[in-house]
């Protein structure tokens, strides 16, 4: 039985991974689980998976929800956290927290010798260098949740480092793939949200619709698999039937395949090296018929080439490209600014940025918290 720790177990990663307990609960069970401000939705979690510790970021939630549930421990905020990211029993920690806030309890994750299942890709973002770090002094395993690098983990097949040429991350384009910048600025808070292929919660989704999903997870894919900017590219592939690639020198590419559901990369996260039976459907070649790709378009969609310079000019930049994004997207889903206003202010703040490199953990805390203080003015 493996005791998993979820921190962020009311979100879109955060259910379908209760889903997969669930659904094997001779494999798996819950020993932590975690809201925000989602106390209700918690408070029904905890009454199925009876956790032994539930960490809400509000005092108030988790002194009425201990009422409750007299045989669960409640904690709160960021200490609460990183007592959950480091709690002796249990065996892997997956953390599906949205944004930097995961950076410290991953962190005490990997200082308790905690294996993750890794979604929180903004960690990777800002404090990708230190957290690889610290994972390999400690030997924890980050085990990939996002599909993409989930893809890559599976058809790297154990040759990290030999003989590859490029990492081939794909991305649907997002709800608007084919628009120009002209278009870009007309869309709305509505169709932004509205993503073809994946149903997720709502940062990411915007972040799909900008492609700076993309970017950060070309950023993540540096460090998870220690590849340089070069040696990553990215293709546009409609249909998120190939999730990614792996091309080797002499030139064979592997792919994974399946139908976009991300309980397929989070089970593989629980169960590496092994697989279980799922209830997610096939891929149905003959109704499909065409797989099709395309080259991003980054004139429309610039954050992508923002986070490619970011990264290669690396010190403080990726940490500022993230804050600047979580604020601005946040600001957008609060119909406070426009769409294409989120590209235009992330180019605006990393060109005034100073670089500062060698960040320790407060070093990136700092840069985090000034950047968004300078846009939350
Ligand atoms: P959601 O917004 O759906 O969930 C985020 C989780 O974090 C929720 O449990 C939420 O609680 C919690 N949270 C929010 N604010 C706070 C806070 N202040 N303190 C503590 N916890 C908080 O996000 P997703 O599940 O979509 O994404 C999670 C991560 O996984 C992101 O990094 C994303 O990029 C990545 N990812 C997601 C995919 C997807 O399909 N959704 C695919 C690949 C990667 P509450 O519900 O109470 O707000
Ligand atoms: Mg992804």
Same mark, same amino acid.
């Given at each position: 039985m493996k005791k998993i720790a979820i921190?962020?177990?009311?979100g879109s990663i955060g259910t379908q991974a209760l889903d997969i307990i669930e659904q094997n609960p001779d494999l798996f069970c819950a020993t932590v689980l975690t809201c925000g401000s989602n106390a209700d939705k918690l408070s029904e979690q905890i009454a199925k998976h009876k956790p032994a510790l539930a960490v809400t970021a509000y005092e108030d939630d988790a002194v009425a929800l201990s009422k409750i549930h007299p045989d669960t421990e409640f904690l709160y905020g960021m200490e609460g956290l990183t007592v959950a990211a480091a709690?002796? +029993?249990? +065996?892997?920690?997956?953390?599906?927290?949205?944004?930097?806030?995961g950076l410290i309890p991953t962190y005490c994750a990997i200082e308790a010798g905690k294996d993750i299942a890794f979604a929180n890709k903004e960690t990777l973002v800002a404090g990708g260098e230190l957290i690889m770090g610290a994972a390999a002094k400690h030997k924890v395993r980050l085990l990939p949740v996002d599909s993409e690098h989930s893809a890559i983990f599976q058809a790297l097949q154990g040759n990290?480092?030999?003989?590859?040429?490029r990492l081939i991350l794909t991305a649907s384009?997002?709800?608007?793939?084919?628009?120009?910048l002209e278009q870009l600025e007309k869309v709305t808070l509505a169709q932004a949200l509205k993503h073809p292929n994946w149903t997720m919660g709502s940062k990411i989704t915007i972040d799909s619709a900008t492609m700076m999903n993309k970017g950060l997870e070309v950023i993540e894919a540096r460090w998870i698999? +220690?590849?340089?900017?070069?040696q990553i590219d990215v293709v546009i592939h409609?249909?998120?039937?190939?999730h990614s690639m792996v091309e080797y020198v002499d030139h064979s590419i592997i792919a994974q395949l399946g139908v976009p559901d991300m309980r397929v990369p989070i089970s593989y996260a629980f169960t590496y090296p092994d697989r279980i039976e799922n209830n997610c459907s096939s891929v149905d070649f003959f109704e499909l018929g065409t797989l099709t790709f395309e080259k991003p378009n980054r004139k429309t969609f610039q954050c992508l080439d923002f986070a490619y310079e970011a990264l290669k000019a690396g010190g403080s930049y990726p940490v500022v490209l993230n804050a600047a994004n979580e604020i601005l997207v946040q600001q957008f889903l609060e119909n406070r600014?426009?769409?294409i206003d989120i590209q235009n202010t992330i180019d605006k703040v990393l060109q005034e940025h100073e670089v500062i490199y060698h960040l320790d953990m407060e070093g990136i805390l700092e840069v985090d918290k000034k950047t968004r203080g300078e846009l939350e003015k």
């Open positions: 921190l962020g177990s009311t709690m002796a +029993d249990s +065996d892997l920690v997956l953390n599906a927290l949205m944004g930097m806030r990290e480092h030999k003989n590859i040429n384009g997002g709800p608007f793939r084919g628009y120009t698999f +220690d590849m340089p900017a070069e409609p249909e998120s039937i190939i600014i426009s769409f």
